[in-house]
């Protein structure tokens, strides 16, 4: 599970987060929810390790990763996905998916080059692995394709399926309904209680509401870079002060 | 996707290629040329691996071409060193050395990496020019003698020819190995996007450095192998004038092809020797392909003529895409 | 001389070059604050500022203050030309194909410099004669005197044009915030054609003013963009007083570093601070750390 305790930022004289604290439950799917500018991307890039915040800490299933760099905390189970969805658009889908398991692979440099017997045996692992995850994400038949060229919702898929190569346990996914039309959503919807029921953790961004309360288990509302409230939908959609700060927008 | 019998099939036709050619070019002179391509070509193909493939731009890899050169030639020339081990010696010392700088260095990205790997390079060549005691100064340092194994010695231009090959056969193979697997998209993840490969746990930092110092040394790799074919060497040859021409080469040919930089080499060594009678024009036609090719293919040759012609197709075919 | 009158010597020399890297520098400030682009070619500008002025004095035998200015003028065609031709059209290139599009203008223009003015190394004469003034226990000529009055008067006009002047005000705007500017009205495309204008102008100044002292010839581009852009990194890339700093101290070190250690060595001082600012502290010793947003 997810720990964020009393996490504050600054950016020179803007503070986007102040004092946030909330707790991901493991096998649960957690949205955050707030205006824009709430701070929501700015907490995700400080769990992620891309910023280093002002003061506070994020503990990962008990350890205290505030200080683990980003690149370190994918072998630990943390993934996430991005708005706007950062794929490795010169490389085909299934390479994409085979980049999810750089983690779960080791041969290096010399290996590589000169091609010894358990580096193959690892590719041929690897590219078996990949095919898998594009199955679970639905998008098997893209396989060849440059990642550039996929319509934007496939290419969300492409990145799920990427994440859960990693075998995380907790996967962050930010504002993954951006962009789609509705039967799209849906199929999101689906899919991310595919990913919910494999085990893993989930910290949702979002601004599409229904989205929000249809799937989430509990919700964190933010708003100008505070916590304003956390609950479960039911509780959110009746807290005063969420509906008056927020939720009144529809 | 890869199919990798086609591969295979690739660089037998290209080794195949190497080791009949000189059954029809006889002529010294053709041959010291192709001597040329085959060192180019391992120095493109170094470049390559960082420019094209994790896409760090480095405008001072002749330094580290010259590094290799001069070590490999002091060692031999002066200290009368076994050729084989001073060229081991001087390959690890250019790879421990790029190690070090590069982690500072890759730091940095864009302009600022330009600029950097730019000073390294002059830096380099400064010391060439003025460690006179050692290097021989702006004169250069002569007496470098041939590469040999046992009695037979590689010092004519066919000898030197299939000697030179080996070594880029050897590298273009354990390059094409290297592409093909998780380094290699490691590599090329952190060129499309490098903060989704660091989400994805590929440490960017470290690998970038890891191929910077692999780049390095194999183009220290090519200078003892220049040094022992010339046997002589001076700091005009090592000069910012051909860190361009790297990075030219490495971009007419194709960013992220291995084979690419073999043709760019290959045309940029011969286009000079063709033009000898316009030598002086040679540095505008680099600067008008350098621009040329990035406005217009930006993919490089080898892969500009196939999207080139796919555009023609559209242009003046029956339709977008049209298989007709 | 003893040694404190070396080293006044130095200092002299120092601050004359380093106002030569200061203009250099500002240039390559200015494109950067309009277009995040580093101008690879900018050096080539500060050489043809020298060759063009070569051509107006010794050819067409045209007064001196007539020459400079045509110069000037010429170099800053040249480099309106290059930005329309090959800047202009690339609205969304990569850094990287930036990067090596001006470094291809650059040994394009190098290349046809050579062609045209060939290798040789050509002399310009001093602005004022060459009779040494004493001040203090320092010589300095007269070309340095010019060198500093003409770099202050640049600067300041500099200052004033950014400052007070409705087209500076929207290049800054430009720097700042492209898109915000784009949307109040401000010409993008004619703001960054300016930068490139006003950059060439400064470069072709400097080239003009040095070229008495150190001669000129087509290749003596890269050395001295190369340094311009050292001052600018120091500074910041700021176009104003940290780049003038930036260059102030870079010529000084230079002149000290030759002077008292090794004057072989001299060029690989500005790169050896240039590297170890770019690793210590890329911002430049003048500049503002900054955090940057994904």
Redesign the interface.
Same mark, same amino acid.
């Given at each position: 599970m997810l720990e964020v305790r009393e996490l504050t930022q600054r950016?020179?004289g803007i503070t986007a987060l102040e004092d946030v604290s909330f707790t991901a439950r493991k096998g649960e799917i957690t949205g955050v929810i707030g205006p824009n500018g709430a701070g929501k /991307?700015t907490l995700f $890039?400080i769990i992620?390790g891309?910023?280093t915040q002002t003061s506070g800490s994020v503990h990962l299933n008990g350890e205290n990763i505030s200080r683990v760099p980003?690149?370190? @905390? *994918?072998?630990r189970g943390l993934? !996430?996905t991005?708005q706007n969805i950062?794929?490795? %658009? $010169?490389? &085909?889908v @299934? =390479?994409n998916v085979?980049? %999810?398991?750089? /983690?779960r &692979?080791s &041969? %290096?440099?010399f290996s590589?080059? /000169?091609?010894m017997p358990w580096?193959l045996k =690892?590719?041929k692992n690897?590219r078996q692995q990949a095919f898998e995850w594009l199955e679970f994400s639905g998008i098997t038949d893209l *396989? %060849?394709h440059k990642a550039a060229n996929l319509p934007f919702g496939k290419g969300r898929l492409l990145e799920i399926a !990427? *994440?859960m190569a990693?075998n995380p346990s907790i996967m962050l996914m930010d504002e993954p309904a951006a962009g789609l039309n509705n039967s799209e959503t849906h199929m999101l919807a689906a899919l991310i209680r595919k990913i919910r029921d494999k085990g893993v953790t989930v910290v949702m961004v979002e601004h599409d509401m229904e989205l929000v309360m249809d799937i989430c288990d509990r919700i964190l509302v933010l708003n100008l870079g505070r916590m304003l409230a956390e609950g479960t939908p039911r509780e959110i959609q009746e807290n005063p002060a969420v509906v008056a700060a927020y939720l009144g927008e529809g | 996707m890869r199919n990798i019998n086609v591969e295979i099939i690739k660089f037998l036709v290209l080794a195949l290629l190497v080791l009949l050619l000189p059954a029809v070019v006889h002529e010294g002179y053709l041959l010291n040329v192709l001597v040329f391509v085959g060192i180019h070509s391992i120095l493109a193909l170094a470049l390559n691996l960082l420019l094209g493939y994790a896409g760090q731009i480095s405008l001072g890899h002749a330094g580290f071409f010259g590094l290799g050169a001069y070590i490999s030639g002091i060692l031999t020339a002066t200290y009368s060193f076994n050729p084989w081990l001073a060229m081991l010696i001087s390959a690890s010392v250019v790879t421990l050395l790029a190690f070090a700088v590069g982690f500072p260095i890759l730091k940095l990205k864009g302009h600022y990496l330009a600029m950097a790997t730019l000073g390294l390079g002059i830096i380099i060549y400064i010391v060439f020019n003025e460690a006179v005691d050692y290097t021989g100064g702006p004169s250069g340092l002569s007496g470098i003698p041939n590469l040999s194994i046992g009695a037979y010695s590689f010092d004519s231009d066919i000898r030197n020819y299939y000697l030179i090959w080996t070594f880029a056969l050897v590298a273009i193979g354990l390059s094409l190995n290297l592409v093909h697997s998780r380094i290699g998209r490691a590599l090329r993840a952190i060129h499309d996007s490098e903060v989704a490969a660091r989400v994805i746990g590929v440490n960017a930092r470290l690998l970038k450095v890891q191929i910077f110092a692999l780049s390095a040394g194999l183009s220290a790799v090519a200078g003892s192998l220049y040094a022992h074919t010339m046997t002589f060497v001076a700091p005009a040859s090592f000069g910012f004038n051909f860190s361009v021409e790297l990075v030219t080469m490495v971009i007419i040919g194709w960013l992220a092809s291995i084979y690419g930089s073999l043709l760019g080499a290959a045309l940029l060594t011969i286009l000079p020797e063709l033009l000898r009678a316009f030598q002086d024009y040679d540095i505008i036609v680099y600067g008008l392909l350098l621009i040329l090719m990035t406005m217009f293919l930006p993919g490089g040759l080898a892969k500009g003529f196939p999207q080139a012609a796919a555009y023609l197709r559209t242009k003046f075919g029956r339709g977008p895409a049209s298989d007709a | 001389m003893d040694l404190s009158d070396q080293i006044a010597q130095y200092l002299v020399s120092g601050l004359s070059t380093g106002a030569i890297y200061a203009l250099i520098g500002i240039g390559f400030a200015i494109i950067y604050n309009s277009t995040e682009i580093i101008n690879f070619a900018q050096g080539e500008l500060v050489m043809l500022g020298g060759m063009f002025a070569l051509f107006f004095l010794n050819f067409l035998h045209l007064p001196l203050p007539v020459a400079v200015i045509l110069a000037v003028a010429s170099t800053t065609a040249v480099g309106v030309l290059f930005e329309r031709l090959t800047i202009r059209p690339l609205k969304s290139a990569t850094p990287l194909s930036l990067i090596i599009i001006t470094i291809g203008g650059s040994i394009l223009i190098r290349g046809i410099a050579m062609l045209v003015w060939g290798k040789d190394t050509h002399a310009i004469p001093s602005f004022s004669g060459t009779e040494p003034i004493l001040i203090g226990t320092a010589t300095i000529l007269p070309q340095h005197l010019w060198i500093f009055a003409l770099t202050v008067l640049a600067i300041a006009m500099n200052k004033l044009f950014f400052n007070y002047t409705i087209t500076g005000k929207a290049m800054r705007a430009c720097a700042v915030n492209k898109r915000a500017a784009g949307l109040v009205g401000i010409d993008v495309r004619k703001m960054v054609l300016f930068s490139f204008a006003i950059s060439a102008s400064l470069g072709s100044l400097a080239g003009i003013i040095v070229a008495p002292l150190t001669m000129t010839s087509y290749d003596v581009g890269i050395m001295l963009g190369l340094k311009g852009f050292c001052a600018a990194i120091i500074g910041g890339l700021s176009a104003g007083v940290g780049t003038v700093l930036g260059g102030l101290l870079l010529g000084v070190l230079e002149s000290l570093g030759a002077g008292l250690i090794s004057s072989g060595y001299k060029d690989a001082i500005a790169f050896i601070i240039l590297l170890l600012i770019l690793f210590i502290r890329p911002q430049g010793l003048f500049g503002k750390a900054q955090t940057e947003r994904v």
């Open positions: 950016f020179g /991307t $890039n992620t891309i910023y980003a690149e370190k @905390l *994918a072998a993934v !996430r991005f950062e794929l490795f %658009g $010169n490389m &085909s @299934l =390479e085979m980049l %999810g398991l750089h /983690t &692979s &041969s %290096g440099i590589c080059m /000169t091609k580096h =690892e590719e690897i *396989a %060849g !990427r *994440a990693v | - | -």
